[in-house]
Structures are given as C-alpha cells and as structure tokens.
C-alpha cells in the first residue's frame, strides 16, 4: 500500500525554505508589465506525447514513461511538462482526487474552506515533490480524497459528475492563485513548469504505479507564466495530452461553453478536454465515437457510403458540426477505461503505437517506444481521422455484455479490441 | 408642375466614334437616345437617364459614357443637390419617396473593418487545390445531443430535415414582379449547378420553375400571394418572411401596372390590381403567433421541409432572434439594413434597421448564451459583396449568407437604383416582354455560376490559409478576425479582438 | 372504407391530435372529432372529398391552406380560421375569433354568429376561385381590411375601420349597419341585379346551413354593397 505519510517527511518543509508557502502569483521574470498568464492570451505550442497502458490492469511505476518523454527533449522547450497517471489512489478509488496548486497560503485557506463546504474530505497532503535544480518557483500543491457533501449534493440536482465539475469550475475561475490540476478518482495529474523529465522528477512519478501513464512535454511560443497551464489537462476522469495548435478552437470554445464550460485557459488541450467530457460524459456517446466525430469523414467519402451510413454520419456531422476539430494535432486521451488517441483529418502530426504483450505504447517519435520496449510488436502509425482505442480487458468484458439496444449508452460502442479503429474496417 | 431639379447624369457621345447605328436608341426603355424629329440628328435627353449604362457598355464603338451632370451646388455641406433633389421631389407630387436597391448612404461598412487571420509557423496553412477543402453546409435545426445505437451505427431518432449546400453562398428572396421570370430562372439554374438554393420570393412558384423546385426555397409572407399546399410543398424549404433588410417593419405594394397575366397567374391575384404585402402578418402580433405559423406550415408540409424565418436586423435582434429559434425555426435568416429591393420607401430603406455586421455577431452571441445556437441555422444576407466578407460573416457566426445584389450585378445590374420604374434596360427588374427577353436565363447563370464558383475558391484559399479544412471550423470562430478601426463598443459587439492583440 | 371514424381529442397536443386526425382520414372520408379543445390546425390543406365534423372548439388556424374539404364545427372556432384558404367550406355552428379568413383566396367560410377583429383580411381572389365569408352576427373592427377580392355578407353591425385599404371584392352590409362617411376610396351603392342574385344565393346558404327560415335573419332587400373605387388605391402615393 502506498504510504501517503512519505511526502511529509521526503519533502522539504514549507515554512523553512520558502519553497512554496506565502509565495505570491508566480512571475517568470520581473519584467513589468509582465508577461501575460496562460488564460490572458492564447498561446500555441508545439509538443511530444507519450502514453503507456497494461490492459490487464497491472500496475507499472513511472520511470518507462519517463524515460520515453525524456527522449523527446528537443520537442519540448522547457515551458511546461507533464503526466497523467491512472489506478495510483487504489485505497481511495471511490472518492474524487483533486490536484490542487497554489500560488499562495490565502488561496489554499480559500479554497479549502470552500471544498469543506461542498464536499467531505478523507484526506489531505502535499503532494511529495523533490527539489530539482531547473524547477524555480513551484506552486504549493496539495491533494485532497473527497466525496461530495450528500445534502449539498442532493440539493444541488446535479449528479455527482456534473456537481464535482462545477466546483472545479468554481475553484478555477474564481479562487485567485488556485487551480485544480485533477479532479478524476484514482488517477491523478503532475504537472509544471519545466522539462517533463525535470517535472517527472520533482514529483518523484517513480514513486507511484498506474496502469495507464500519459506524458506531455511541451513547446509553447511564450511563457506560460504558471503551472496551472502546463499539461496534461485534466477534467473528473479524463486526461488529455495534445501536440499541436487547432485553427478550430474557437468555434470549437463557442461550442462548448455554450453547455457551460469555462474555457478559461483558452487552450485546444482544454478545449478538446472539455469536447470529449461533453460527447461522452453527457451525451453518453463512447470516446470512439466523440473522436470519429471530432475527425468526422468528409461530405466526399459519406457521399460515396450506403444510404444507411450515410444518414449516420450526416446525421453526426450535422448535429455535431461545431465539434469538428481543425488543424494539426494529435491527441492521446487517458479515461477509467483506458487510451484514445487520434490523429488530425489530415494527419499533420506524428503519433506511432506498437503493443508487446498486455503493454500497449504510443509517442510521438518511434524511438521513444523503442527506447522502453526494443521487442515492440505491430509498430504503427495512427492514421489521420482513425480513432486507436486501447481498453483495459475489463471494460471490453463489459461493452460485449452491454444491451445492444441501448441508446447513447458508451457501452454499446463496437467492440474495441487490444488495439482497435473507429470507423471499423468493413469486413470484405 | 415645372421640374426644378437637374438632370442627375449627363450623357456623353463622341460624335467621331459614333456611328450613328441607334443601337442607344433601341436599347434605352428610358428613351433618352432618341432621333430628333425634325433635323434626324442623334440626341440624348439626359434627365430621363438613370445611369444603368447599357448603352455605353453595348456601343459598338464605345462612342458613349456618362457622367455626373456638372451643375455645381451651393457648396453647402448640408443641402447638397441630393437633399435638395428630395425635398423638390415631394415639393411637386406630395408623395412618399421611392427607391430601390440597397441603402446608399456612407454608414460603416464593418466588413472592412474586420481583417483575416493566416497560419504561419504554430500551424500549417492547408493548399485548397492539393488537399479536401470542405465548403459544404447544411442547414436546419438540429437537436444538441443525437440519439444513436452506436453498435448498430444508426440513429434512433431522425434528423429533422436539412438543406444541404454546396456552396456556403445562397440567393436571396427576389419575387417574380419585382424581378423577371428570366431573373428567376437564371438563379434557378445557377443553383442548381453549383447545389445552392435560389428562393422564389412572396410572388409564389411560376409553374416554369417547378422543375427547379428541389433548388426552391419558396416564401410565405404578410400577403400570402400563390401560398396553397401545392407550393408548400413544391420547394426544398419554406422561409416565413417577416421583414427585409431595405424596409424593415413596412409591408409591400407591387403597383399593378407590374401585375401582368403572368404575375397574376403565379400570385393568384387579378391583373392590374395592386399587390399589397401587409406590413405584419395578420396572424402574428406577437412570438407565440410566430410558433403558430410556424407549425402551421409543418403540418401543411408533413414536418418534411425546413422552415426557415427571415427578420430584417433591427434593434432588438438578438432577443426577436433567440424567440424565433424557441418558436421553432430551424433557420433564422437576418436581413442587414443595406439590403437590396425592388422598391422601397427612401426614408425607410436609409434609416432604419442595423448593420447585419453587428445583428450578426449580436444574434450569434445571444443564441450561445441561451446554449441555442447550436441548434438552429444563421443564415446573413444584407450586401455580401465578395469571398472575404462571406468568410467574415461565417466567422462571426453565419451557416451560410445569402446574395441577391451580388447576383443581380453578376447579370448585368449596375446599382442605378431604379427598379421601381419597372424599365429595366437589363431585363431583370422588369415585367416588359421586349427587356425581359434582353436576359438570357443560360448566359446570365452562367455569369452567376462563375461568381459563386470564384468566390469559393477564394473562400477555400482564404479557409486554407488559416489552416482551416471545413467550413464548419470557421463558424464563429471570431479568433480568425481582428478588429480595425473600431472603437471598444463595436469590438465588444463583434466579439472580435483588436489587431495586434 | 368505413363511413366515419369517431376520433376524441381531450387535451392532446395538436401534433398527435392531427396525426390521429390524418390517419383516420386515411380510413374514412368523414371523421368526427369530439372533445375538441384547442388543437390547432385541423383540417390543414384537407382535400377535396374529406369532411370534418368537429364538436367542441377547436384551436386557432382551423382549416388553414385547405384544398376542397368540409369542416362543420358545432361550436365556436377560435382565431384566424380559414387561414390562407385555397378551397372547401368551413361552417361554424357559433363565432369565430380574429383575422378569420386571412389571406382566403377560394371556399367558404359561413359563421352562425359573430367574427372577432379583422376577418377576411387581406382575402383576394383569382381565376375561378372566389372566396365567401358570411357572419350571422356583428363583426369587429377593420372587417376587410386590404381586401382584394371575394365576398363578405355581413348581417349584423360592423366595427369601426370597415373596408380600410381595399382594393378588390364586394362586402353586402344592411343599409342601416352603413358607416355614417363612407371613407375615401371606398363606394357604397345599391345591390345590382347581379348583386341581388350572389347575395340571394349566399343567404339562402346561411339558411341551409344553420336550419334556419328563409330571410329569418335577413332579406336581400335590406342590403347595399360597398366596393372599392380603385384596384389601385395607392398609384398616386410614391414619387421618385
């Protein structure tokens, strides 16, 4: 079992080093005016991404990530770095872990005066970090396991998903120097400023196991200016990491806030995020297909299907038009059922797969697979506009158990094996 | 009543390049070329010229031009010959001034205020000619969340029915009275060629373009002229006019001298007698009403075709806009004030109404807010004037637009604003057999083809060059404009950013 | 195919109330709605050959666009009844609310008792087709406003605005229901022969209709016809 008391001792004391506590809002340099936050401006970046995923379930600690990303270097430019990490709070797998960073001692005073209202916390630390040499300035950050309060929660007449996202929305909107970095249960997101190896290290990843790691390193044109912006992004269970810039984002940013949600970082990894919580979570549609619908077929190729697919996908593109995601990016999607990753219509970036066993990898450089598994089986790149799921055994017992009569019911999505594609090849 | 105001053109013939063939003479329905009858000499009687230039454009020799007559004015900045020509005008008939076509006045044009963004390094520009550029648009409304089977890959509850458009570019309403069958005929073939759709007006379907009518989107306003079951089903959508760009809030009266058998056969009035539009819909005094109609013409229609609302921008757009949507239309279709018509009340044409710029990106905002938009069409027309304003409408919010000038002047129409008079020398605004049969419905789609065609390559380009595929990425995407020349208020109208930040 | 299907509406929502509607029309020729209570638009572009008989009071746009069928109500009918239509005959054993006969281009429309504000406004006809409005009550203001055409026997008192903007059609008044100036445009006279025998017939209709004794209600003699004095009320309005 993992010893939550550890982080007390590994890590240095707040108070004695400043490392953390009463540091007030984070500035990169003392320029004035300084430089805009992420959320005051849109700002692109470039990026690697790396994934690594047992479907058996079993737990692997953090170092083959680490190393993969690490690889990657030069994609990134030491602006912010990152990982996502699923099945590490197994003791705590029924309640909401939250991330949390802090700029200051009142915003954490502030915001968890404000979870203490609306939820009931089982436990709460600073997450264990180490000191390394290239990490300046890190926030203070925190961790909490909490349920959502029964009453407030009842009176809210919001289920327990849509209740815990609209605190999270609360928290990252209108707590000044607070910001919830993860919010799903037994996963988590570690993630700063610096080199993803740098970051990986400072929240000593080896020191947790996961079933599904995702990584991030990232190469924005500006400085972020804070934490809070580095990557992966996270919204309840769902984790994104993302190389590119979309050219959708704003219609894809009118689209979704449009069912409330705060694009408050204007970033296309948020936004994506908060795309495939809309289609899947609410909507009830699998992540397959939330993806086929981001990278929906062109008129051209629906013209050309049988009536009966035609009218699906017209029917899909039409509702779902303002969902469309342009431009170049690959994303991998890390969810409690597993990975998704998906490539641009035209597939403008770089995203290769390859399994050995139960383990499933995925990067944006072949190597960097190779690096942690030279026997790699079935290398291959991901196609532009073709979903690649990989589920845990569990979840894909479960979907062929589902009533496949049931509507908008993310079980009833085809059957996605080891390695699958959306849309399904027809059988010849 | 003696005329006391001046010619407003002074027409020009270079006696050495003339050739005195009266191609002019023949040409002109004003009779401004006309041969003198006692000396036979060539003349021009160059106050009964409108400037629509046939003539100087069908000369063999290119013997004429014309220009603005040279009469000076006092020099005042206020009463200058055109307030003045107007007040003389009603100082010798007592009448309403008429006019036609858009709003001429010199109101900001927001469109060129409003620049377009490019990709360059953080992203690719995409080359429209070598990758799939997607200009396709389908219109109707749409629930917010589908009901699908996924593993039987279909949808549990249909979608209710939807244009589909080739081309992000459709025609405006323009009524068989106000323009010619020919007129009407060359957009039904041009839509049908480039998969748009034209739209028949409120002077119902002439029977000649019902093999045009899956291209038809026919309209039901105040008067109801040819509106019975057979036409509302006839076309792919019906439009319930409520108002237009150039008069808002007026009703219509096609005076009978244009009411010929024709007209008559296709409005299902008698010949001769006045075609008057009601200023509102009797049976709509308030949105509740509008819900009726609505689904009146639903039930009439079998819920088989989009019924799309078309309103002139006005004030209060973005409220009347979001109830149009909740009374049930699948297309809201928003008509800015420098709109086109056949005829207008002047007063009414240049001062009322609002830019559609800004009743669009008001309307498209507000249908957002209520968490709306998402489910229902935009459609903007109200002087679309080239490829880069159709993207700039599609980024403020726009599905699509609609032209109706653009089209007109890609037949022939010069904007000389005289369609009332029913003596158009194009043979588009006008009822006269022998200017009619001057418009050939081929040869002028064919010119509209072109337009519409050449416009969405440079739309695609224009797609490409922000690195955009579909055009379903750029609707109400405002990060792809930025604001110049603006002040604060009309930026935060816009939704747009000002260049540079 | 059966002779007549009973269909009840209660408060169904006019959707299913004219789904249902439809499909029994699809059996029968004659359907009789009982329990009628705001559904909207029965009888929508009804063809030649159908009948309604509908008891209860039916909702707003009854029988709009409709294309040769019959409609009986016995009750009253709610507003803009025979909106738009094309052909058929609506009879109302009661009122009917405002804008009746809107835009009506062909049919019938015969009312026992009294119309609501502005019926038969905007009523044109064309070709053959020439619609009919008798009100066996008093009407509302702006009877036949922008008329166009076709015909309105009135029996009872007109509201004020009578006639404003017409241009087309006839409408027989009683002599001593006249407006005191007959407004520009407008032209009030004594019935013409052909006058005598329209309205003759019409009345006779009303009678057939609603049981009751010929000229119970009105004599022929006691009318004059107003009629527009222009087709084109408004030529000399624009100047350019």
């Keep these: 079992m993992y010893d939550f008391d550890r982080p007390r001792t590994a890590r240095p004391d707040a108070a004695g080093t400043g490392v953390v506590a009463g540091s007030a809002r984070l500035a990169p340099c003392d320029r004035h005016p300084r430089a805009p936050r992420e959320g005051d401006v849109r700002i692109p970046a470039g990026c690697a991404i790396a994934a690594i995923m047992d479907r058996s379930g079993a737990r692997h600690d953090g170092s083959d990530i680490l190393r993969s990303i690490a690889l990657m270097h030069d994609r990134s430019n030491g602006l912010g770095g990152g990982f996502a990490a699923y099945g590490i709070y197994p003791e705590y797998e029924e309640l909401y872990a939250f991330h949390i960073m802090y700029e200051s001692d009142e915003a954490r005073r502030e915001t968890e005066a404000y979870l203490d209202t609306y939820f009931m916390s089982e436990k709460q630390e600073r997450i264990p970090t180490e000191p390394v040499a290239s990490i300046k300035n890190p926030p203070d950050i925190w961790r909490y396991f909490a349920a959502p309060h029964p009453m407030r929660l009842a009176a809210s007449g919001l289920d327990e998903a849509e209740y815990t996202m609209a605190h999270v929305f609360h928290i990252n909107g209108k707590i000044d120097g607070a910001f919830v970095a993860s919010s799903g249960k037994n996963m988590g997101a570690f993630k700063g400023v610096g080199y993803p190896e740098d970051i990986g290290a400072f929240y000593r990843i080896c020191d947790y196991d996961a079933w599904a790691w995702t990584a991030h390193g990232r190469f924005p044109t500006n400085t972020p200016g804070w934490w809070g912006g580095a990557h992966p992004f996270t919204l309840l269970n769902w984790s994104v990491v993302h190389n590119g810039e979309i050219s959708s984002y704003d219609a894809n940013r009118r689209y979704v806030e449009q069912f409330g949600y705060d694009c408050e970082l204007q970033t296309d990894t948020e936004v994506i995020t908060y795309l495939f919580d809309l289609l899947s979570r609410r909507h009830g549609l699998s992540p397959e297909l939330a993806a086929h619908i981001m990278t929906a077929p062109a008129w051209d190729e629906i013209d050309a299907m049988d009536a009966a697919d035609a009218a699906f996908e017209t029917a899909l593109r039409t509702t779902y038009a303002s969902a469309l995601v342009n431009g170049p990016f690959s994303v991998i999607l890390g969810s409690s059922e597993g990975l998704l990753a998906i490539n641009d219509r035209l597939k403008l970036r770089a995203l290769m797969a390859a399994e050995k066993g139960s383990m499933v990898y995925m990067a944006s450089e072949q190597a960097a697979i190779e690096l942690v598994c030279p026997d790699a089986e079935n290398m291959r790149a991901i196609g532009g506009g073709e979903p690649f799921v990989v589920q845990l055994d569990s979840v894909v017992a479960a979907k062929a158990a589902a009533d496949a009569d049931a509507e908008n019911d993310p079980h009833n999505a085809p059957l996605a094996h080891e390695v699958g594609v959306l849309p399904r090849r027809k059988e010849a | ?501 | 195919m059966a002779e007549t299907i009973i269909v009840e509406l209660g408060t169904k929502h006019f959707q299913e109330a004219n789904a249902a509607v439809r499909a029994a029309l699809a059996e029968a020729d004659t359907v009789c709605i009982v329990e009628a209570y705001a559904q909207r638009y029965l009888g929508c572009t009804l063809p030649a050959g159908k009948r309604l008989e509908i008891h209860g009071t039916p909702g707003n746009d009854l029988a709009c666009y409709m294309d040769g069928g019959e409609v009986e109500v016995f009750g009253s009918a709610q507003d803009q009844t025979a909106n738009t239509m094309n052909a058929g005959t609506v009879v109302v054993h009661g009122r009917v609310g405002d804008a009746a006969g809107y835009a009506m281009r062909g049919g019938e429309l015969i009312v026992r008792d009294g119309c609501g504000w502005r019926g038969g406004i905007n009523m044109k006809q064309y070709g053959g087709k020439c619609p009919v409005i008798v009100i066996g009550g008093d009407a509302g203001n702006f009877l036949g406003e922008y008329m166009a055409g076709g015909i309105i026997v009135l029996m009872g008192r007109a509201g004020d605005h009578l006639a404003s903007g017409m241009h087309g059609g006839v409408i027989y008044l009683r002599r001593n229901n006249t407006p005191a100036v007959v407004p520009d445009g407008l032209d009030l006279r004594e019935l013409t022969d052909e006058d005598t025998a329209t309205l003759g017939a019409l009345l006779a209709r009303y009678d057939a209709c609603f049981g009751t004794e010929p000229h119970e209600h009105a004599s022929v003699s006691e009318f004059v016809a107003l009629r527009p004095a222009s087709s084109r009320p408004y030529a000399a309005m624009y100047a350019s």
Aim: with cysteine; hydrophobic share 40%.
């Design chain 2, 1 to 501: 009543m003696r005329d006391f105001r001046n010619p407003r053109y002074k027409v020009l013939r270079d006696r050495e390049e003339c050739i005195e063939c009266d191609l002019c003479v023949r040409q002109c329905a004003n009779e401004v070329h006309y041969r003198d009858k006692k000396t036979g000499a060539l003349r021009a009687d160059s106050m009964k010229c409108v400037n629509c230039q046939r003539c100087t454009l069908l000369c063999p020799t290119r013997a004429l031009a014309i220009t603005r007559w040279p009469q000076v004015d006092a020099g005042s900045a206020v009463w200058t010959e055109g307030a003045m020509d107007d007040i003389t005008a009603q100082a010798q008939t007592g009448g309403v001034l008429l006019a036609s076509m858009g709003n001429p006045k010199s109101y900001h044009i927001y469109w060129e205020h409003l620049l377009l963004n490019a990709s360059q390094v953080t992203n690719p520009s995409i080359d429209p000619l070598r990758e799939p550029m997607e200009t396709r648009v389908v219109l109707g409304s749409r629930p917010s969340k589908l009901r699908v089977n996924e593993r039987t890959r279909t949808v549990v509850s249909p979608l209710p029915p939807q244009l589909s458009c080739d081309v992000p570019v459709m025609f405006s309403a323009m009524s068989f009275g106000s323009v010619s069958l020919n007129t009407q005929k060359a957009l039904a073939l041009a839509a049908r060629e480039l998969g748009t759709y034209f739209n028949c007006g409120e002077g119902g379907l002439h029977r000649d373009l019902e093999p045009y009518a899956d291209r038809a989107i026919v309209q039901v306003a105040s008067g109801r002229f040819g509106v019975d079951p057979h036409y509302l089903n006839a076309g792919a959508a019906i439009e319930i006019k409520i108002g237009q760009g150039a008069k808002p809030g007026i009703g219509g009266h096609l005076p009978g001298e244009k009411i010929n058998e024709e007209v008559s056969r296709t409005r299902m009035i008698p010949e001769g007698t006045d075609a008057i539009s009601p200023a509102p819909h009797h049976d709509i005094y308030s949105i509740e009403d509008l819900r009726q109609l609505i689904f009146s013409l639903k039930e009439a229609t079998g819920y088989a075709k989009p019924v799309a609302v078309k309103v002139a921008a006005v004030h209060n757009v973005a409220a009347i806009a979001s109830g149009m949507a909740r009374a049930g239309a699948d297309i809201i279709v928003l008509d800015g004030f420098r709109g086109g018509t056949g005829a207008a009340p002047k007063r009414i044409r240049d001062n009322v109404g609002i830019p559609i710029e800004l009743a669009l990106a008001a309307v498209d905002e507000r249908l957002r807010q209520e968490g709306i938009r998402s489910t229902v069409s935009l459609v903007a027309s109200g002087t679309l004037r080239n490829a880069a304003d159709v993207v700039r409408a599609v980024a403020l919010g726009a599905d699509a637009v609609s032209i109706g000038s653009a089209a007109l002047i890609a037949m022939g129409c010069h904007q000389c604003g005289d369609c009332a008079s029913g003596r158009c020398n194009w043979g588009i605004a006008t009822q006269r057999a022998d200017l009619v049969s001057r418009l050939a419905p081929e040869a002028a789609a064919e010119r509209v083809v072109n337009l519409v065609s050449g416009w969405n390559r440079e739309i695609q380009e224009m797609m490409g060059g922000m690195g955009i595929n579909a055009i379903d990425s750029l609707r109400g995407n405002r990060l792809m404009l930025r604001g110049v020349g603006l002040n604060e208020k009309e930026l935060e109208i816009l939704g747009v950013k000002y260049a540079g930040e």
